[in-house]
Nanobody, 121 residues
């Protein structure tokens, strides 16, 4: 099994910064992508940033220029640096990876348990 463990959420004032981290553990042969999604109360889960292996990061328009995603492939870890935070960034942030556990296995989606980010005005 593949587990994702997130850290770094919390409460911050508008204009502040937070850094999220997520490490993937378990039997992992290869990773296709790692990224972050978020879900605000009453809303659907949405993409924040995705970092495909060997490709540039893609960001939601709402976070471009403020959030930066990065990966440490040696540690199967993904980060999200969030600057100039706004109250509308308040949500539960979920780490995601598309990984496979064997060379003959398909890539599957795995999710972390989520970490709360709250931005006060």
């Amino acid at each position: 099994q593949v587990q994702l463990v997130e850290s770094g959420g919390g409460l911050v004032q508008a204009g502040g910064s937070l850094r999220l981290a997520c490490v993937a553990t378990g039997t992992i042969i290869s990773i296709k992508s790692m990224g972050w999604y978020r879900q605000a109360p009453g809303k659907q889960r949405e993409l924040v940033a995705v970092m495909p292996t060997g490709s540039r990061a893609n960001y939601a328009d709402s976070v471009k220029g403020r959030f930066t995603g990065s990966r440490d492939n040696a540690k199967n870890t993904v980060y999200l640096e969030m600057n100039s935070l706004k109250p509308e960034d308040t949500a539960v942030y979920y780490c995601n990876t598309q990984a496979r556990r064997g060379w003959n296995s398909p890539y599957e989606d795995y999710w972390g348990q989520g970490t709360q980010v709250t931005v006060s005005s």
